[in-house]
């Protein structure tokens, strides 16, 4: 399998139980099994840096918060639809982000191989950062 730098570390099924560094543990989630719902997850805080004197706290939960957790683990080389799960919206998101506020930059890439053709790279315009958990 080819390492892909902008794609979260894979554990191990014995470090399952612990916390991904964007915020998800996929492997736990996997290991529900089909027909099984996890539990929704806690909503969480971020300090937006964009104007120095005005930085603003957000609280996102579900995707928003996960794509914004993979978005700043990609920092400084972005993000791209094929760096997400299967099935994840990825565009969809970054726009509901975006309309929260938060800037994210794009950047249309062309790739070859078999299926030639562009993708987006999306990247965090501004600092981000993650202060705890919501309320």
Same mark, same amino acid.
Not at 66 to 74: G, H, P, S, V
């Given at each position: 399998?080819?390492?892909?730098?902008?794609?979260?570390?894979?554990?191990?099924?014995?470090?399952?139980?612990?916390?991904? !560094?964007?915020?998800?543990?996929?492997?736990?989630? &996997?290991? =529900?099994? @089909?027909?099984?719902? #996890?539990?929704?997850?806690?909503?969480?805080?971020?300090?937006?840096?964009?104007?120095?004197?005005?930085?603003?706290?957000?609280?996102?939960?579900?995707?928003?918060?996960?794509?914004?957790?993979?978005?700043?683990?990609?920092?400084?080389?972005?993000?791209?639809?094929?760096?997400?799960? !299967?099935?994840?919206?990825?565009?969809?998101?970054? &726009?509901? =982000?975006? @309309?929260?506020?938060? #800037?994210?930059?794009?950047?249309?890439?062309?790739?070859?191989?078999?299926?030639?053709?562009?993708?987006?790279?999306?990247?965090?315009?501004?600092?981000?950062?993650?202060?705890?958990?919501?309320?």
């Amino acid at each position: 399998m080819e390492h892909n730098e902008c794609a979260p570390p894979q554990l191990d099924a014995a470090d399952g139980a612990k916390e991904m !560094p964007w915020g998800t543990d996929d492997i736990a989630l &996997a290991q =529900l099994g @089909a027909g099984a719902k #996890p539990a929704r997850p806690k909503p969480a805080r971020y300090l937006i840096h964009g104007d120095p004197a005005n930085a603003v706290e957000l609280t996102l939960s579900g995707r928003a918060a996960w794509t914004l957790n993979r978005l700043i683990w990609a920092v400084p080389m972005g993000l791209t639809a094929m760096d997400c799960p !299967p099935g994840v919206r990825l565009a969809a998101h970054i &726009a509901d =982000l975006r @309309a929260s506020g938060i #800037p994210i930059d794009k950047a249309v890439e062309t790739h070859g191989g078999p299926f030639p053709g562009h993708h987006a790279r999306y990247r965090l315009a501004t600092l981000v950062e993650r202060i705890g958990d919501g309320a």
